[in-house]
């Protein structure tokens, strides 16, 4: 699907749009965030730990990953879940995979790895082994979600030359005709192998210059994702040109796994439990049915 172009082209994709809830914290930076949420709009428990983020998944469970654009320029968001590209399946490479173009102060939920401009193979959780990254033999990166945001590049406008009238001049239609004609031209963008795609749109901040300083999470993971069920999810393509061809303006990442997993890591506490097995816990004059 790779093409040669001045002008990309990014998917957008036609959702219904949902409220964003804002009561769990989402992994955000320089005007843009991400964040998990579950198959009907909620946000997955978040945690932020040691500078990442990290959420709570639970074993065959579906979700889907919301972008959301605070600022007020239109955008593009590479997205890989497992360290593999949303789009292509390909191994995660911001610098030639496409995007979904997210309008000014708008979101978009992609809810699976893409089959075709119509439908996705649904995010759900799942043993690492099982994992899409690990099946296409990169098991390494499993356990994380990814975004790589590239800003639009602006419109540039040449200026028009302008001189006052001389008899000499036939007139000033001629004028101009002769004028645009021997004007330079501006220089056109390098051409870029690569296609972008966008995606529906639904809530904004000023925007900075990426900062990759979040540290790797732990590799031992109790999920990953898997390739899972066909879903309906039509895109389009529309045209979209980076700022900066290669360097995204921002990258934000979020960590997953289980509860146990959460919990190895010191994210979560483990459930009280005691050192040693106590013969008096509780001082009960006679026994109780169980279940109370």
Do not use: W
Request: hydrophobic share 30%; proline share 9%.
């Amino acid at each position: 699907m790779k093409r040669a172009l001045n002008t990309l082209f990014a998917l957008f994709i036609m959702l219904p749009i949902t409220a964003c809830a804002h009561h769990l914290a989402p992994a955000s930076a320089g005007g843009y965030s991400l964040q998990l949420e579950d198959q009907y709009g909620n946000i997955l428990s978040t945690y932020h730990h040691r500078s990442s983020t990290y959420v709570l998944g639970a074993y065959g469970n579906r979700y889907n990953v919301r972008i959301t654009n605070h600022t007020g320029s239109r955008v593009e968001a590479v997205l890989t879940v497992d360290g593999r590209d949303a789009v292509s399946g390909d191994s995660g490479d911001y610098k030639s995979q496409r995007g979904y173009v997210i309008d000014p102060y708008g979101s978009v939920v992609i809810d699976g790895f893409r089959k075709s401009m119509h439908s996705v193979a649904a995010f759900r959780f799942t043993n690492p082994g099982d994992s899409y990254s690990s099946r296409r033999g990169t098991p390494q990166n499993v356990g994380v979600v990814g975004v790589a945001i590239f800003k639009e590049r602006a419109p540039v406008h040449r200026p028009r030359p302008i001189r006052p009238y001389s008899r000499r001049d036939h007139s000033y239609d001629d004028y101009y005709g002769r004028a645009e004609k021997s004007a330079p031209s501006m220089p056109s963008a390098p051409a870029m192998d690569m296609d972008a795609p966008s995606a529906s749109s639904s809530a904004g901040g000023p925007s900075y210059r990426a900062k990759r300083s979040v540290r790797p999470a732990p590799r031992q993971n109790n999920l990953g994702t898997r390739y899972g069920e066909t879903r309906h999810s039509p895109v389009v393509e529309v045209p979209f040109r980076r700022a900066r061809e290669s360097r995204p303006n921002q990258v934000l990442s979020v960590y997953y796994d289980d509860y146990s997993g959460l919990a190895n890591r010191g994210i979560i506490a483990h459930g009280h439990v005691s050192a040693t097995p106590q013969p008096f816990p509780n001082n009960r004059r006679f026994a109780p049915p169980p279940g109370l």
